[in-house]
């Protein structure tokens, strides 16, 4: 084997170990926002996927885990199967996801082992713009995030999603803007794991499998997420962080609401979709967490669904 081959293999051994571990701090959500420099952007947005682990979960029940294929990922999730045959590149074979911002200050990265020298020689066979250093390599299709329809990755990926990527040992990012590749290929010392709130939300979030942490919407930030240690062991997990409210009162608010209240959306009780729920105040800054056990044969992910949906005002009185 040669030299460079062998220096590649042991750079992606490293690069994916760290991405997978938290440094004894806490869980792998919190080693991937370790990873990810803090902005005002990247605070408003988080999505996160264990994808190794959920790979093996929908191995042992498709229908359960099938909603969280991708988790983490944006919208490479949408197209992983073109992704995979026409850049050589499968991202469900990877081992986690992240992805941070709000457009177009976004960025992700998928951490994991894939042949990077067939990636890159896709994209110079599309004839997209170079630009290479000692840790990777970077194609620009555009660099300032104008939309292009005439990309030519437009059909891999739609129109924006890869127009700037960087291939290196262990790991794939991607970004509409091509300074924006930074807030994963280089995070600096000062990164989302070391937001007070966001690294409360981690820790309330616990181990899991897939997660969306949001400050979009107000001053609250909210994160919710599914734990699966096993296929048949689920728990969603519902968390807010009180801006300036009294965390003992939407901890009221939000039990009352679970024993009698409804999803303004469907209109059922939220003693259905949320069942065997328990509510308490933990963590410094405090966090209101909401633990719900959902029935054997109910789909996981639940919480993270009536996030993307704003469903969830009501329950946690959000303003």
Known sequence: MRRSKIIAILSAVVVVAGACSSGGSGSALLGALGKVRATDSTRQW????????????????????LSLTGSGMSNIARYDKTVAENLAFDPLSMRTAVTAGAPPNWSGIIWGF?????????????????TGDLGGTTWSASPDGTIRIDSPLVETAGPATLNNVRTAPGSFAFSPKRDTLALVTDPGSDTLADDPTIRSMAHCLGDVVAAVISRARGPETLAVGVRAPSATD???VICVAPATRDPAALRDHARSELQTGRSALSGRPWSE???????????????????????????????????????????????
Do not use: C, H, W
Request: proline share 7%; glycine share 4%; net charge negative.
């Open 273 to 319: 979709l949320l069942p065997d729920a328990t509510v308490q105040v933990t963590g410094l800054p405090p966090a209101v967490q909401i633990l719900a056990k959902p029935a054997p044969d109910a789909p996981a992910g639940r919480s993270i669904q009536m996030l993307l949906a704003a469903d969830l005002d009501a329950l946690l009185d959000l303003r």
């Open 46 to 65: 988080i999505e996160y996927g264990d994808l190794a682990a959920l790979r093996s979960l929908r191995d042992a029940n498709r229908d359960r885990f």
């Open 234 to 236: 689920v728990t969603e």
């Open 114 to 130: 894939y042949d990077v020298a067939a990636v890159n020689d896709k994209f110079a066979a599309l004839g997209i713009e170079r």
